[in-house]
């Protein structure tokens, strides 16, 4: 009798253990999915592989689910230092520490890129290569970024499990310097089905935050009217939205759920114009309404853009 309970003791605690295992890696699939455009995003601007970044977040902020996460939308436990936002207070290496506090997740994400742009202790990184997943998460650890001395194994083990590194690509002028070769970055599509029969029930897993607004990227076979619908918007009210008169919805196209705001993410005060750029598609890259750019830069939705330009997207364009 005892040694029947010995055995199903242990096979308890096993399935409790598997059950928890497969939640972990179910969680870590969604924040992936949640957040490995703004990751791919600021990887484009600033060299920082998305990988890192990703593999980071999912570690420092146990999938978004830790007290500073919830509480404070910090993912990354960047502390204070000299931060003038606002702020969170909880028990970290030492008592009631001072951590960083945003109104979305997507602004930590922006700040840990720039918190590693400002500290010259991370400026090496820079030099290294944004496919070089293994050199970056050395190269943090060594810098002092964390304080557990398997950190940077952890990281790597995190991005060869979930296969981060096919986020990370060759980038032309990071901010952070490099002149890596360029290469262009294709999205990775996953595939949808069911729900009234058709390829749009995989919105939900394709639901992101820019700018701290839902959005979806479409696909072929989206509509304005397919999205409305699942969604319960109006159509007309969707594509006012999207700053839409007309039905098209391009393959590859933000589609925001909720109004766009008037100026972009802090972090992104401009936009370097590429080849085939326009305003509309800058608008919606960064979740600003399109009539909020046009004036604070002085153009019409019209306007042929000049690659290199600068498109302002927080305030208004100098004039002089």
Same mark, same amino acid.
């Given at each position: 009798?005892?040694?029947?309970?010995?055995? +199903?003791?242990?096979? +308890?605690?096993?399935?409790?253990?598997?059950?928890? &295992?497969?939640?972990?890696?179910?969680?870590?699939?969604?924040?992936?999915?949640?957040?490995?455009?703004?990751?791919?995003? !600021?990887?484009?601007?600033?060299?920082?592989?998305?990988?890192?970044?990703?593999? *980071?977040?999912?570690?420092?902020?146990?999938?978004?689910?830790?007290?500073?996460?919830?509480?404070?939308?910090?993912?990354?436990?960047?502390?204070?230092?000299?931060?003038?936002?606002?702020?969170?207070?909880?028990?970290?290496?030492?008592?009631?520490?001072? +951590?960083?506090?945003?109104?979305?997740?997507?602004?930590?994400?922006?700040?840990? &890129?720039?918190?590693?742009?400002?500290?010259?202790?991370?400026?090496?990184?820079?030099?290294?290569?944004?496919?070089?997943?293994?050199?970056?998460?050395?190269?943090?650890?060594?810098?002092?970024?964390?304080?557990?001395?398997?950190?940077?194994?952890?990281?790597?083990?995190?991005?060869?499990?979930?296969?981060?590194?096919?986020?990370?690509?060759?980038?032309?002028?990071?901010?952070?310097?490099?002149?890596?070769? &360029?290469?262009?970055?294709?999205?990775?599509?996953?595939?949808?089905?069911?729900?009234?029969?058709?390829?749009?029930?995989?919105?939900?897993?394709?639901? !992101?935050?820019?700018?701290?607004?839902?959005?979806?990227?479409?696909?072929?076979?989206?509509? #304005?009217?397919?999205?409305?619908?699942?969604?319960?918007?109006?159509?007309?009210?969707?594509?006012? #939205?999207?700053?839409?008169?007309?039905?098209?919805?391009?393959?590859?196209?933000?589609?925001?759920?909720?109004?766009?705001?008037?100026?972009?993410?802090?972090? #992104? !005060?401009?936009?370097?114009?590429?080849?085939?750029?326009?305003?509309?598609?800058? &608008?919606?890259?960064?979740?600003?309404?399109?009539?909020?750019?046009?004036?604070?830069?002085?153009?019409?939705?019209?306007? *042929?853009?000049?690659?290199?330009?600068?498109? #302002?997207?927080?305030?208004?364009?100098?004039?002089?």
């Amino acid at each position: 009798m005892k040694n029947r309970r010995i055995i +199903f003791n242990v096979l +308890f605690a096993s399935v409790l253990l598997a059950l928890s &295992s497969l939640s972990y890696a179910q969680s870590r699939r969604e924040f992936v999915q949640q957040y490995k455009h703004i990751a791919i995003r !600021e990887m484009e601007r600033t060299g920082i592989p998305a990988s890192i970044t990703l593999a *980071q977040g999912i570690l420092e902020s146990a999938c978004g689910e830790s007290e500073l996460a919830r509480k404070a939308n910090n993912h990354f436990g960047i502390k204070c230092h000299d931060w003038t936002g606002d702020t969170y207070t909880m028990d970290d290496d030492a008592k009631d520490e001072c +951590f960083r506090k945003y109104k979305h997740p997507e602004q930590s994400w922006i700040d840990h &890129s720039e918190f590693l742009l400002s500290r010259p202790r991370y400026a090496g990184l820079f030099r290294l290569k944004s496919t070089d997943y293994k050199a970056w998460a050395r190269g943090l650890k060594a810098a002092g970024y964390a304080t557990n001395p398997k950190y940077a194994d952890l990281l790597i083990r995190i991005i060869e499990e979930e296969r981060l590194h096919q986020y990370d690509r060759y980038i032309k002028h990071p901010v952070g310097g490099g002149g890596e070769l &360029s290469m262009e970055l294709k999205p990775v599509r996953g595939h949808g089905h069911g729900h009234h029969g058709h390829e749009e029930s995989g919105y939900r897993k394709r639901e !992101e935050m820019r700018n701290g607004i839902l959005c979806i990227e479409a696909r072929a076979g989206d509509s #304005y009217a397919k999205i409305a619908d699942y969604y319960g918007i109006k159509v007309k009210r969707l594509m006012q #939205y999207n700053d839409r008169s007309d039905a098209a919805l391009p393959v590859g196209q933000m589609v925001y759920l909720k109004r766009k705001k008037s100026r972009a993410a802090r972090g #992104y !005060e401009f936009h370097r114009v590429k080849p085939g750029d326009d305003l509309y598609g800058i &608008s919606q890259q960064y979740g600003v309404r399109l009539k909020n750019l046009c004036r604070n830069n002085y153009l019409s939705p019209e306007t *042929q853009l000049n690659e290199g330009e600068k498109i #302002y997207l927080r305030k208004k364009a100098p004039l002089f």
